[in-house]
């Protein structure tokens, strides 16, 4: 079956420790996008990409970088440089979107907490 | 920039009645695409029902449809015969034409009582 499959589901950073989260889709969809997501708030976007070796900054970026070398797979690196991690992180992937409804699909997450 | 807004942290409905959750959102922009995701405990976001702007008609899946009224901004999801299953976080999205970009509203948790 076709899906998105993150991993770590859970995660856990020393301080000063880079980690990285993986992504990976089999649905052939050229844009991928990474969320977090805090108690009480909707998502925030991170990163996204529509195709492969491009991305772009997303609301809340800062402290956080991604890669593109392969359609399938979007990692996302959560960096010492990002003081408040902690939280639920969320993959999706889309057809190129555009003047288009498709919708995005989502992974099942990975909860990162600091030790 | 564009906001989502839901104005209800949380809901509560009795088995097998109805209940509307409110959505609303600010944009300068003509074309655009709605959305409403559920999140149950699992975690998972599940895509619940969408709307183009430009079609009147109000979309429907099953036991869940929107009423979309574009002048006011506005997009509640209507829940018709509640099951417990429909227990979830619901967000509602908004997606301009020309971005890719989605942009959530924080979120109405449901409670469905037995």
């Known amino acids: 079956d076709g899906g998105i499959t993150q991993s770590p589901k859970y995660l856990f950073r020393k301080e000063g420790q880079n980690v990285t989260l993986s992504c990976e889709q089999n649905l052939n969809h050229d844009a991928m996008y990474w969320y977090r997501q805090d108690p009480g708030q909707g998502l925030r976007l991170i990163y996204y990409?529509?195709?492969?070796?491009?991305?772009q900054k997303g609301d809340i970026a800062e402290g956080y970088s991604v890669s593109r070398e392969k359609k399938e797979s979007f990692p996302l690196t959560v960096t010492s440089a990002q003081k408040n991690p902690t939280a639920f992180y969320l993959c999706?992937?889309?057809?190129?979107?555009?003047?288009?409804?498709?919708?995005?699909?989502f992974g099942d997450g990975t909860r990162l907490s600091i030790l | 920039a564009q906001t989502v807004t839901q104005s209800q942290p949380e809901m509560s409905v009795q088995e097998a009645e109805t209940v509307t959750l409110s959505c609303t959102y600010d944009?300068?922009?003509?074309?655009?695409?709605l959305f409403w995701y559920k999140q149950p405990p699992s975690r998972q976001m599940i895509l619940v029902i969408r709307q183009e702007a430009y079609k009147q008609q109000n979309a429907t899946e099953n036991r869940f449809s929107v009423n979309f009224q574009k002048a006011a901004k506005s997009f509640s999801l209507k829940i018709s015969d509640s099951q417990l299953g429909d227990a979830a976080m619901y967000f509602c999205a908004y997606r301009s034409s020309r971005s890719e970009k989605l942009v959530f509203g924080k979120g109405t948790k449901l409670t469905v009582n037995p």
């Open positions: 999706a992937s889309s057809p190129r979107q555009g003047p288009s409804n498709q919708p995005q699909h």
């Open positions: 944009t300068s922009e003509s074309d655009y695409y």
């Open positions: 990409s529509q195709i492969v070796n491009d991305f």
